[in-house]
């Protein structure tokens, strides 16, 4: 929950914010704490209307660089320019702060970075902040999760992970988390075997049936010929508004999806 906090204390992080600058410094440092090896892929990209052309950055941090059986562990870090789904429409041109939609499965796996260099699991681990996952217009699909579809044109190949777990929008103090239709459809054994390790640990909030159909940055992983799965609870009311603030979001949460997410890790 602090580091859900610490990148929220930045302000909205949206491509091309001061918060978004000094939120990636933030991230980077973090990683070099505790990852073997730390890189930052930039890529250009453009969104809104009139479109603007900026820089995004996915920020990686390589955990056990000699293991070859890998698995990479995912989020996006930016947050949406615009609240457009705020219930004041004077609100819809002015950038969310994300505590919920962007924060939350970047603090899971900023604590998880700590564990796995504290105690190392016997596969290597690839922890990936996706960049512009946010940016994009709705009913076009190709304008959204642009960090992962760079990551997955440059690295795929080379990282070649045995799966990818997506955290996107877990920090819900209510939460539900059913299984997104995407990851049921194309990954299909590792959302069963995340669902079945939530059971047998007793979270109930991981719930065995299907949920919505989001087009998230496991899509282009998934194209790349990557099973990934995305945990992401997407009943939240106050997605896409002002009010995903830190106080929607409860630690509960993100331990129940981080202690689910790291006995799956470590049972490799
Ligand atoms: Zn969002």
């Known amino acids: 929950m602090a580091y859900l906090k610490a990148q929220c204390d930045f302000g909205p992080r949206n491509p091309g914010s001061a918060g978004h600058c000094q939120c990636r410094e933030y991230l980077v440092a ?16 453009s969104f809104g209307s009139p479109r603007q052309s900026m820089t995004g950055y996915n920020i990686i941090g390589r955990f056990r660089l000699a293991v070859r059986d890998r698995v990479l562990l995912c989020a996006h870090w930016d947050t949406r320019p615009w609240a457009d789904e705020d219930p004041d429409a004077a609100h819809h041109q002015m950038p969310v702060l994300g505590a919920n939609d962007g924060a939350s499965g970047v603090a899971v796996l900023l604590h998880m970075a700590e564990l796995i260099a504290t105690t190392p699991p016997a ?4 922890i990936v902040f996706f960049d512009a996952e946010d940016a994009g217009t709705h ?20 990282f070649n992970p045995r799966y990818a777990i997506l955290l996107d929008m877990i920090g ?7 299984q ?5 459809e194309y990954a299909r054994a590792l959302v069963n075997r995340l669902w079945d390790k939530a059971a047998e640990l007793g979270i109930d909030e991981f719930i065995p049936e299907m949920g919505y159909a989001v087009y998230d ?26 009010a995903d603030t830190p106080d929607k979001c409860s630690a509960a949460s993100l331990e129940k ?12």
């Open 123 to 126: 596969v290597g681990v690839d």
């Open 180 to 184: 997104e239709a995407y990851s049921v």
């Open 257 to 268: 999806v981080g202690r689910v997410v790291t006995a799956v890790i470590y049972e490799e």
């Open 30 to 45: 973090q990683l070099k704490k505790s990852a073997e090896f730390v890189t930052t892929q930039q890529f250009v990209f």
């Open 217 to 242: 940055d496991h899509i282009p992983l998934l194209q790349a010929g990557i099973q990934s799965v995305d945990i992401i609870d997407f009943d939240y009311k106050y997605w896409h508004t002002l």
């Open 139 to 158: 009913q076009e699909n190709r304008t959204w999760a642009l960090g992962s579809a760079a990551f997955a044109r440059e690295y795929a190949y080379s």
């Open 172 to 178: 819900d103090a209510q939460l539900n988390i059913y």
